[in-house]
Structures are given as C-alpha cells and as structure tokens.
C-alpha cells in the first residue's frame, strides 16, 4: 500500500515538474478563442488567386503583423514592459549563436536553394522590363478586360488553354514513369472535351471524378532526373526561367496542338490573351509580391526557384523510379510521425 | 511479495497508458491554435457591423491584436537574419524588428481585406520534433487552389508561426536570400534606411 501511494506522489511530482503532455498546448490555443469570438471556416482573399510563376501568385501571405510598433528609438522603456510575444528586452540582446544549424530544421534545409545568377545584369533590366510590361499595359489592359468578361467565362477560356497543352503534360508524366499521372490526364482530356465543351469547362474535378490536373512539364522531367537549373534568366515576356526550364518554351511549340493547323504567328496572338486572361484572375498577386520585397529581382528569383524545386520533388514521389528512395520528396515519403 | 511486485507492473502500464493517451491531444494543438486564429480574422472579417469603408480603421485594428498573438515576429525576424543579426546593435535589432513587421502588414493588410470568401481548408499537420509543427491548409478560390502551410514553434506553452510557405515558397528562406545579399554589399544601417523609406512610401 505504501508503495502505492509513494508512487503516486511521485507521479504528481513528475507531471508537475514536466507539465502534462497533453496540456499546455491546447489550453493556449483554445484560451485565445473566447476574448475575440471565434469563428469557422475560412478563407482570404489575398492568397486566393495566384497563377503561373509564383510569382505572380498569391500574396504570401499574411504575415501579418502588427505593427503598433512605433518607430523603435523613441519608446524603448515602454518596450520592456510591454512584451507582447515573448519580446522581452533580451531577446534583442541575444547574439544569433548558430542556433540548430543556421536556424535550418532538418526536414526544411533542402529550401536553401541557390541559384548561379551570372547574367544578373540582363536579368535585372528584363525583370525591369516585365515589370513596367505588367504595371503600363498587362495590368491596365486585364483590369478592363475583368470589367468586360465575366468570371465565370475567364475561367473557361484558362481552362481552355490548359486542356489545349494536354500532350505536354502526357508525355512528361509518362517521361517520369508517373502512369497513374499519365492515366490521370488522359482521362481528364477525354472527359474535358466531350463533356467539357472541348475543355472550356472542368468537370474532371467535380466531386465523383475528381483526376487530380497534372501540372508538369520538361523542366521538371529533366530536373527529376538530376538536370539542374544551370542559371537564371530572366526572359522578356516570359518571366523567370532557367536554360533547363526554357526547354518548355521549344516543348510547347512542338506538343501545342494549335500550332500545326495554324501558322506560328497566331501563336503570338494567342499568348497575349492567354496573358490577359490568366491576369485578370491574378490581379493584385503580382503586386503584393512585389511591395513586401525589400528587393523584389532577388525575391522573385528566390521564389521561383523555391518553386520550382518543390514542383521537381512533388513529381519525385509520384514516379516509379524514384519514389522508393529515400530522399525523393522528404515530405510526401514519410507519413507525419505520429507524435 | 508477488501481489507487489503485480501492483507496481499495474501501476508501471497505466502510467504508459496515459502517457500515450496524453500524446493525441498534444498533436493537435498547433494545427487547432492556428485553425482558431485564421477563424477569428475571418470573423472580423465577416463581421456586418464592420462593413464599408470607414470600418476600415476598425477592422485593421482587431485585425493587428490577432496578428500579434498569433506571429512569433522576433523569430521571424532572426530566422531572416541568422548570421547577420550579430552585424545590428540591439537598437537597431528593435528598429529592425519593427519596420519589418510594418512592411509585411502594410503590404498583406490590404490583401486580407479583400477578402471576399474563399474557403479555407486545414487538412494535416506534421509535427517536427517537440516543439515544431509544420500546418499544411489551402485556400480555395473559383479559380485555383493555394496551399499554405504554417510553420510553428512552441514557447512557453503557446504555438506561434514563424514562416508561413504560400505555394512552395518560404517566406524566411526568401527575406534571407534578399537580406543576405543586401547585406553582404551593405551594412546594417543601409537595410534599415530601405526599410524605412519602404515603410513611409506606402
């Protein structure tokens, strides 16, 4: 009986000294939810669109912040006792001591991409060049065009032009041993042009059919089997790239259907409204990516390549070649531990 | 003897017993502290009585509260730096720390505010060690799927994001490839004057 209770003693005193698994953390999360109200669901608009190159894709994010910071210098005192988050005076004391290896988690560290930049003054004057391309005619031009079309139809006509690049995507999965892929889209083409009035619509996705779009391409069967991005090049029109990447800009001349029935000029006239589509379901992406960089050729560049190496992973796991191996894609590979 | 040695193997299993009871709970906490936030900004955002524009100044201000509890920004800010925020003076770490959270909200409030309801979905969580938590969601528009995932780190109990991934791209991994190479030709001084300038031209 003694024993009993002198374990039992024990135990309280364990779980006080540790804290109780399963406690503090839900307690601070659900303590903040009755001072506001709470809420469901969810949704916001300023991730919401994004398109093509991340770029031009969603706001990242909230980061929201708050910023009653009132310019540092005039309010330090009133600092120390305020300490929102943990921000106590230390903290700006603290030395940065190579914490965890350069502060790079382990399942994260492949992010620090680099990317050889040795045309970077090119590059700089065609991101200039884009950018005023998008800010004087693609922006205008798209917010008229937005006011003119309704969404609905805007959305058609994407969807259009991404049923019509449909080979491109074929061949690749099947490049990347990735047959449920190849499968996938085979079958969404065939449902897309006869039920989807030729691809304007995409009732491959309604719930009951649901093939998953396969967004892939030559640069990323190339870079699966190990191709790197070489550099980076920023091309006119088109945007971030890299010589491997570029090989999609040959790939989908050759694998476009349109473009053996008509000749190669309409293909110019083509990308211009593909461009105005595309941006006026993205308006407003480009911008935030834009006004939260410090220097926005660096960021764009870095997100790209960012992108494009998870793009490479996500394919990694999906092929038969490479998604037994370790390393393919950390993330899809491992189921989540379970503590 | 025997009938002790029984009670202490009870006693040893139901301890393990409610340690691993006790471990569904703690996983998801992260994925719920980040669930419940998002729900609040949603809430204000939805809110009738804070419609049309002179709301604004309103909205933005519960909007920041919710921000502040929910952003751990002195480890966004270090992450971004690492090496390089032994180069600032503690003052200029706080100056830094506070132009770059007025950079960010200046540039996403707007974003946030157009909200126009999309739908957001929080479907896995993936624990990184004890105190990290990667939360994987997506926004759901007409016209295309955003993943985003919310990086977190556990401190003094609370889950708080440190970097947030918008399509497969970090937000820290891109601020330290823009400070690391700003600073590598610049000082500390200069960074902070282009914070500055970037946060008055707004």
Redesign the interface.
């Known amino acids: 009986m003694k024993v009993n209770l002198f374990i039992l003693v024990l135990v309280i005193f364990f779980f006080a000294a540790v804290g109780f698994p399963g406690c503090p953390a839900p307690d601070a999360a659900c303590a903040q939810t009755p001072e506001m109200g709470d809420g469901q669901v969810t949704g916001d608009g300023q991730w919401g669109r994004g398109d093509r190159l991340w770029a031009m894709g969603d706001g990242k994010s909230q980061d929201p912040v708050h910023a009653e910071s009132p310019s540092a210098g005039e309010d330090v005192p009133a600092r120390k006792d305020m300490k929102p988050s943990g921000r106590s005076q230390d903290a700006f004391q603290d030395e940065y001591k190579d914490e965890g290896q350069d502060y790079d988690d382990e399942p994260f560290a492949d992010e620090r991409v680099t990317i050889a930049d040795p045309i970077e003054p090119f590059n700089r004057l065609m991101h200039r060049f884009n950018d005023r391309l998008y800010f004087w005619l693609l922006k205008p031009v798209a917010e008229g065009y937005k006011e003119a079309v309704p969404e609905p139809a805007r959305i058609s006509v994407k969807n259009f032009y991404y049923h019509l690049l449909f080979p491109i995507r074929f061949v690749n999965c099947v490049l990347q041993a990735d047959l449920t892929g190849a499968g996938s889209e085979a079958g969404r083409f065939a449902i897309n042009t006869v039920w989807g009035v030729g691809g304007l619509l995409d009732p491959s996705s309604n719930q009951g059919i649901e093939l998953p779009k396969q967004n892939t391409d030559f640069g990323q069967t190339l870079g699966m089997y190990g191709v790197g991005h070489g550099f980076y090049i920023v091309w006119p029109f088109l945007g971030p790239s890299s010589p491997r990447d570029s090989v999609d800009i040959a790939g989908e001349y050759v694998l476009d259907p349109l473009s053996y029935f008509t000749p190669w000029y309409t293909s110019l006239g083509k990308r211009p409204l593909k461009m105005i589509n595309n941006a006026s379901l993205s308006l407003g992406d480009y911008e935030a990516v834009i006004e939260a960089a410090i220097d926005p050729y660096i960021a764009i560049r870095n997100g790209y390549i960012q992108y494009r190496m998870k793009e490479v992973q996500a394919r990694r796991a999906k092929s038969l070649f490479f998604r037994n191996r370790k390393n393919a894609a950390p993330e899809a590979a491992d189921p989540p531990p379970a503590n | 003897m025997q009938n002790?040695i029984l009670?202490?193997r009870l006693?040893g299993c139901s301890?393990f017993l409610m340690?691993l009871?006790?471990?569904p709970?703690?996983?998801?906490?992260?994925l719920?502290?980040v669930?419940?936030?998002?729900?609040?900004?949603?809430?204000?955002?939805?809110d009738p009585k804070l419609k049309g524009p002179t709301a604004k100044p309103a909205k933005t201000e519960?909007?920041?509260?919710?921000?502040?509890?929910?952003?751990?920004?002195?480890e966004?800010s270090?992450?971004t730096?690492?090496?390089?925020?032994?180069k600032f003076t503690?003052?200029q770490?706080?100056?830094f720390?506070?132009?770059f959270?007025?950079?960010?909200?200046?540039?996403?409030?707007?974003?946030?505010?157009?909200?126009?309801?999309?739908?957001?979905?929080?479907y896995?969580?993936?624990?990184?060690?004890?105190d990290?938590a990667?939360i994987q969601?997506k926004?759901i528009?007409?016209?295309?799927e955003?993943p985003?995932y919310y990086?977190m780190i556990?401190?003094?109990?609370?889950?708080?994001v440190y970097d947030?991934v918008?399509?497969?791209?970090?937000?820290?991994?891109?601020?330290r490839?823009?400070?690391n190479?700003?600073l590598a030709g610049g000082t500390p001084e200069q960074?902070l004057e282009?914070?500055?300038k970037?946060v008055k031209t707004?």
């Not at chain 2, 709970?25 to 992260?30: E, K, N, T, V």
């Not at chain 2, 528009?141 to 295309?144: I, L, P, R």
């Not at chain 2, 556990?154 to 708080?160: A, Q, S």
Request: positive net charge.
């Open positions: 002790r009670k202490k006693i301890l340690l009871l006790s471990i709970a703690y996983a998801g906490a992260p719920s502290a669930e419940n936030t998002v729900n609040r900004v949603l809430d204000v955002l939805r519960k909007l920041r509260v919710i921000y502040k509890d929910m952003f751990d920004e002195m966004f270090r992450r730096l690492t090496r390089n925020w032994n503690p003052e770490r706080r100056e720390v506070d132009l959270e007025q950079v960010l909200e200046k540039t996403y409030l707007d974003r946030i505010l157009e909200y126009s309801n999309e739908k957001i979905v929080f896995k969580e993936t624990m990184i060690g004890e990290k990667e969601s926004v528009a007409s016209s295309k955003v985003i990086r556990l401190k003094n109990g609370k889950w708080k947030v918008v399509e497969n791209v970090s937000l820290v991994q891109n601020y490839t823009q400070f190479e700003i960074l282009t914070l500055r970037k707004h």
